[in-house]
């Protein structure tokens, strides 16, 4: 996972599979996953960029079902708070 630090925004550049999985379900493996969880419980804005997701890059190859487990780990991530954005505009 890749990290940024705007102003008071935490802005996830890449994020990889293994790491989006971990992020759903509320756990900590690496330091990148604690500062992400931490600046959701302080109420900070933390968006990740849409092109940063790397499941999506697997749209075509990917078995439906799998690609459909990642849509859905997408969604629980907004529903956690976290923003995807579509390009480096944020």
């Known amino acids: 996972m890749t990290l940024e630090v705007k ?3 935490l802005i996830i550049t890449h994020l990889p599979v293994e790491q989006m999985g971990v992020l759903a379900l509320g756990l900590v493996l ?3 996953e604690k500062q992400v969880l931490e600046a959701l419980l ?6 990740v960029l849409e092109t940063g997701l790397e499941y999506k890059q697997f749209k075509k190859t990917a078995p439906m079902g799998v690609f459909q487990k990642f849509v859905a780990l997408e969604r629980e991530l907004r529903e956690m708070g976290v923003c995807v954005i579509r ?3 944020w």
């Not at 302080?42 to 968006?47: A, P």
């Open 7 to 9: 102003g008071d925004e």
């Open 30 to 32: 690496e330091p990148e």
């Open 42 to 47: 302080s109420g900070r804005k933390v968006r």
């Open 87 to 89: 390009n480096r505009s």
